[in-house]
């Protein structure tokens, strides 16, 4: 039987396009399968770190509505400060606009895509896939789950395992011209309020995108406190464009991420920073390596795609899990490192090098010096106490 492409790809987020883009460079044709039509909104703070902008193989800056300089932060709607940084500390996007750029390089590079076409199914025959469809059947050699959080490739091959869920809830919100130009610069954070989660404002060019990160079973407190958070701050909101939610997957264990010609990226696999939330820049280099693992399986240079998971494990996971660690850290003891933060140029400095992407989160343990060898019993310390903390305000609530 003909093939439609040497691989298949569900879903045309940052891991699907990026896998498209460099299979076609390498000679490796690609259809990407995704069901929504385009551009399409998707739940996300957009905010691009140096990290991100580094990685891509091509200059996303017109994409950019606002530079970001500075944080306005506070702990329990109040104690707020506003710390600066003489280099951007990141830059916002719309993830519609970024998605349909990343997609269109895509295309451009010999990809084919079909949108509004959501993937049904999937069956192996010998050497070759079968991806069925709401409109029709494709046949490939390999097949790519990009297809976001709640993955149907991560679900039918087992490969949606070991994943901790939180959720985004967000609005994009319309005020006056005068008030986004005023904090165009500035991200708004209120952190340690919500356990387990945090509330942010982005600027972007005519608008703000207010959201709320936490805990997936704690999703019900969210809309409270987002109003909460929005009297704190004192702007005025004219008008609503969007308020929807997004699941977070976040993978807790190092595991597989592939199987036989198979393998998951982005939200499908679960990489998704338990930190921040971000997913961007995991989504972009796991759609990497899925692509260069498939192009040395097809040269010939590794007999399977074993690889792939062996990369996603060194690689990616032990951001993740120390990622976690922090977060739990934080949310143990949110208003000492609040403080912290505010009285510390170090701590400052430190703050901006990890949000810039010039200090990964496994070096965070290194800075303990000597004390280094207590941080894994810290942090387990630290699990118990954000648990605790969480089902507290959980029973408060009722």
């Not at 070991?162 to 952190?191: C, H, N, R």
Request: aromatic residues 10%; proline residues 4%; contains cysteine.
């Amino acid at each position: 039987m003909d093939r439609d492409a040497d691989v298949i790809i569900s879903g045309a987020g940052p891991a699907g396009t990026l896998a498209a883009y460099y299979l076609q460079k390498s000679g490796i044709s690609a259809l990407i399968l995704e069901k929504s039509a385009f551009p399409r909104y998707k739940v996300c703070g957009a905010g691009l770190t140096h990290k991100i902008l580094s990685i891509l193989p091509f200059d996303i800056h017109p994409l950019v509505h606002t530079t970001i300089h500075s944080f306005r932060f506070s702990s329990g709607f109040s104690e707020v400060y506003t710390r600066s940084s003489g280099t951007p500390l990141m830059y916002c996007t719309m993830r519609d606009e970024l998605d349909a750029f990343l997609l269109e390089k895509a295309v451009a590079a010999g990809a084919k895509v079909h949108t509004s076409e959501k993937v049904s199914g999937i069956q192996q025959y010998g050497e070759e896939l079968t991806v069925k469809t709401s409109k029709g059947e494709y046949r490939s050699l390999f097949l790519i789950g990009a297809d976001g959080a709640s993955s149907l490739v991560a679900r039918t091959f087992g490969l949606n395992r070991d994943i901790e869920w939180g959720m985004a809830w967000e609005a994009e919100v319309k005020s006056s011209p005068e008030l986004i130009s005023q904090y165009k610069d500035t991200v708004f954070l209120d952190w340690g309020t919500f356990p387990g989660g945090y509330a942010w404002i982005f600027p972007k060019k005519d608008h703000f995108s207010i959201g709320i990160g936490g805990p997936a079973y704690m999703a019900g407190r969210m809309p409270e406190y987002y109003e909460k958070f929005v009297a704190s701050t004192g702007i005025p909101l004219n008008e609503t464009i969007s308020n929807r939610s997004h699941p977070l997957p976040v993978r807790i264990k190092k595991g597989v991420f592939h199987s036989n010609r198979i393998v998951v990226a982005g939200d499908a696999a679960g990489l998704t920073d338990a930190l921040t939330g971000e997913g961007i820049y995991w989504a972009v280099k796991s759609g990497m390596m899925a692509a260069e693992v498939i192009r040395d399986r097809l040269d010939g240079k590794i007999s399977d795609l074993a690889l792939y998971s062996e990369r996603i494990n060194s690689e990616i996971m032990p951001e993740m899990l120390e990622a976690r660690n922090i977060g739990a850290l934080f949310n143990a003891i949110p208003l000492r490192i609040h403080h912290r933060v505010r009285d510390s140029e170090r701590v400052w400095k430190a703050f901006g090098k990890v949000l810039r992407g010039e200090r990964n989160f496994t070096d965070v343990p290194k800075a303990f010096g000597k004390w280094k060898v207590f941080w894994k019993p810290v942090c387990s310390l630290a699990y118990l106490i954000q648990a605790h903390k969480e089902k507290k305000f959980m029973k408060n609530a009722r």
